[in-house]
């Protein structure tokens, strides 16, 4: 996403709250995130929002959707769907673009990778396209590993692929958390 420089803004909570696709609240997430990949590459780019069924972002199919809230409203979010039964696959990040540049994004990946930890899942996919240089630096910078030539031109590739394997502990937390090992 396009990164644009914030004043720096007095410390302020910021609440990570899990939430169905349907919240109002989810609303400027997908609208950012819409007019940001038909910026990138065309109008068709767009349909990259509606390309997997809401309840995929549920925890009764493996998911999840998480927002951060800084006063109530929406800062930034994302989400995970079940890749495979071992896999999350991460969605959707998101910094409100009013407030970028404040590592929000990386609080959204740390939030996400944790869950998906509790849930049992022991490795992390994702992708971001090659016209999203920002987001590749993001994974880079966050620990994810790519799964293509970084010194290839990256219009070459489509989807840059990345992945991240997540530590035994955080599978473990639910077991400590709940008494039951984790479903996956």
Same mark, same amino acid.
């Given at each position: 996403?396009?990164?644009?420089?914030? #004043?720096?803004? =007095?410390?302020?909570?910021?609440?990570?709250?899990?939430?169905?696709?349907?919240?109002?609240?989810?609303? !400027?997430?997908?609208?950012?995130?819409?007019?940001? *990949?038909?910026?990138? /590459?065309?109008?068709?780019?767009?349909?990259?929002?509606?390309? *997997?069924?809401?309840?995929?972002?549920?925890?009764? *199919?493996?998911?999840?959707?998480?927002?951060?809230?800084?006063?109530? @409203? =929406?800062?930034?979010?994302?989400?995970?769907?079940?890749?495979?039964?071992?896999?999350? @696959?991460?969605?959707?990040?998101?910094?409100?673009?009013?407030?970028?540049?404040?590592?929000?994004?990386?609080?959204?990946?740390?939030?996400?990778?944790?869950?998906?930890?509790?849930?049992?899942? +022991?490795?992390? /996919?994702?992708?971001?396209?090659? +016209?999203? #240089? @920002?987001?590749?630096?993001? /994974?880079?910078?966050?620990? *994810?590993? !790519?799964?293509?030539?970084?010194?290839?031109? #990256?219009?070459?590739?489509?989807?840059?692929?990345?992945?991240?394997?997540?530590?035994?502990?955080?599978?473990?937390? +639910?077991?400590?958390?709940?008494?039951?090992?984790?479903?996956?």
């Amino acid at each position: 996403m396009t990164s644009v420089a914030q #004043p720096s803004s =007095p410390a302020v909570d910021v609440t990570a709250l899990h939430v169905p696709v349907s919240d109002p609240r989810v609303r !400027p997430l997908l609208r950012e995130l819409g007019h940001e *990949y038909s910026t990138r /590459y065309g109008k068709d780019a767009h349909a990259e929002i509606s390309r *997997y069924p809401d309840e995929e972002f549920t925890e009764p *199919y493996g998911g999840l959707l998480l927002l951060l809230l800084e006063r109530g @409203e =929406p800062v930034a979010g994302g989400a995970f769907r079940r890749y495979d039964a071992t896999t999350a @696959e991460l969605k959707r990040i998101w910094t409100h673009s009013a407030h970028r540049r404040r590592g929000l994004a990386r609080r959204v990946i740390a939030e996400l990778e944790r869950e998906a930890g509790t849930r049992g899942y +022991r490795r992390i /996919y994702l992708t971001t396209g090659p +016209r999203q #240089p @920002e987001a590749r630096g993001l /994974y880079l910078a966050t620990g *994810y590993t !790519p799964l293509f030539d970084t010194e290839a031109d #990256p219009e070459t590739i489509g989807p840059l692929p990345f992945e991240k394997h997540l530590p035994a502990e955080a599978r473990t937390a +639910r077991t400590a958390r709940t008494g039951k090992a984790a479903d996956l």
